[in-house]
């Protein structure tokens, strides 16, 4: 069978078993939402300085946001004895691993989808296509890297601090360009372009780095 | 031929040996049971069998393939049903299935016929969490044998599966070979003429059914 089938299969599973059950996205939804509303009571917002400081709520709601969208991709199935089940059909443990990362990024794109607009309602901020851009992109690459450290703490009793401890360091390429890219799409000074290009850069380093080692990770 | 050889198998968690030095050999279409008290190491070894562990040492040998260096071209005739159903709740008993037809590769055609042989086919559309835990049982032996394996290991399949559970092992164990795990002594008798016994990891050897005891 081929690896982009299998993937494809096991992403509709996971996003089917969500869409049933509703687990992840209405709470991280709330969280965000929540985030938002305490970066905005939390910092004294004008018209001067909302550029500034929103870009930096946004990614800390994002990056707690993916943390716990992850760390449920593989803990889920740990909790339901089925990711053994899965690992001994002859389908190659990669194409597992992408298809629940594609999965696992699709929720947290949704929530980006609530996270975006609220952003500009309570910060007052432009919403535009290169701000989309921007935080689509880095989800690439941070759900590649939450996906394989999740799976690698699955088995772990004390999963839910490891996964922080373990992705955090790796995010911070993607938050410090991403930051970047946002605040240059609000008008801050800064290159759009690099900042993009760099998480392009980013994306495709632990996409190859991850794949190679998600086989590992998996089977054993 | 033989379908199954297992060569000094070993495993150990920590210090500990869970599995210490078991050789097993099993012939095409030939059933064997695993007795043992709890602890003694069959779910251990079943997994082994399985290869869903790597054994710390020894060698396992299944249709003539070294089973860790070829695992996922045995596991398309490869057919195991572990302690735990491994079901995925929020999905209907068929949806699980079918799911795995697209892992194993095979037709989805095959669901309703692996249903029928479980005895799950009035309660397909039914969610994975709303079934007892005999017929998650049920379905995760519908699951195993999805792909029709020639070789079966069952780690005690009979748990929660009620009065005909024999009768249903017998009929997915005719014409391949297996392995099955119980304490079900009399369920062993029927369905396997070899026994192995394990006590704390290591095998006290195999025999017949007749010349089993505790």
Not at chain 1, 37 to 66: C, H, K, Y
Not at chain 1, 199 to 212: A, E, H, M, N
Request: hydrophobic share 50%; proline share 4%.
């Amino acid at each position: 069978m081929s690896p982009l089938r299998v993937a494809l299969a096991v992403a509709r599973k996971d996003l089917r078993s969500e869409w049933r059950t509703r687990e992840v996205v209405p709470a991280l939804a709330q969280f965000i939402i929540l985030a938002l509303l305490i970066g905005n009571f939390g910092f004294q917002i004008d018209s001067r300085n909302a550029t500034s400081i929103a870009p930096g709520i946004l990614w800390l709601a994002l990056v707690f946001a993916g943390l716990v969208a992850f760390g449920r991709t593989f803990a889920a199935e740990r909790e339901q004895a089925s990711l053994e089940a899965m690992l001994m059909t002859p389908a190659s443990p990669v194409a597992i691993f992408a298809g629940k990362a594609a999965a696992a990024s699709l929720l947290l794109i949704v929530c980006e989808a609530v996270m975006l607009p609220a952003l500009s309602l309570f910060f007052g901020t432009p919403f535009s296509a290169q701000v989309v851009a921007a935080v689509l992109i880095a989800t690439v690459g941070m759900a590649a890297l939450g996906c394989l450290f999740a799976a690698i703490v699955a088995r772990v009793r004390a999963r839910e601090l490891l996964l922080p401890l373990l992705t955090l360091p790796l995010w911070i390429p993607f938050i410090v360009a991403g930051g970047q890219a946002v605040q240059s799409a609000m008008g801050l000074p800064g290159s759009y372009s690099e900042s993009i290009s760099l998480l392009i850069d980013f994306d495709i380093l632990f996409l190859v780095l991850t794949s190679l080692a998600a086989r590992f990770v998996l089977d054993e | 031929m033989s379908m199954l050889v297992g060569d000094g198998l070993t495993h150990r968690f920590g210090s500990e040996p869970a599995i210490d030095n078991v050789d097993l050999v099993l012939d095409t279409g030939e059933h064997m049971a695993v007795l043992g008290d709890n602890g003694a190491g069959k779910t251990t070894l079943l997994r082994i069998l399985a290869t869903a562990l790597r054994p710390t040492s020894g060698k396992l040998t299944i249709a003539g393939l070294d089973a860790f260096r070829e695992r996922r071209r045995i596991r398309h005739y490869l057919g195991y049903v572990a302690h735990a159903p491994g079901l995925y709740p929020a999905l209907s008993a068929r949806e699980n299935l079918e799911f795995f037809c697209d892992l194993q590769d095979v037709d989805r055609s095959r669901v309703a016929e692996a249903m029928e042989t479980v005895g799950l086919a009035s309660v397909s559309h039914r969610r994975a969490a709303e079934l007892s835990r005999g017929m998650q049982q049920r379905l995760a032996i519908g699951r195993a044998i999805l792909h029709d394996p020639r070789l079966l290991i069952l780690d005690e399949p009979d748990a929660s599966l009620g009065a005909d559970a024999a009768d249903l092992l017998a009929g997915l164990m005719r014409g391949r070979t297996a392995v099955l795990a119980t304490h079900d002594h009399a369920l062993a008798n029927r369905l396997c003429p070899r026994t192995l016994v394990l006590r704390h990891g290591r095998s006290l050897g195999t025999a017949t059914h007749l010349r089993v005891v505790r």
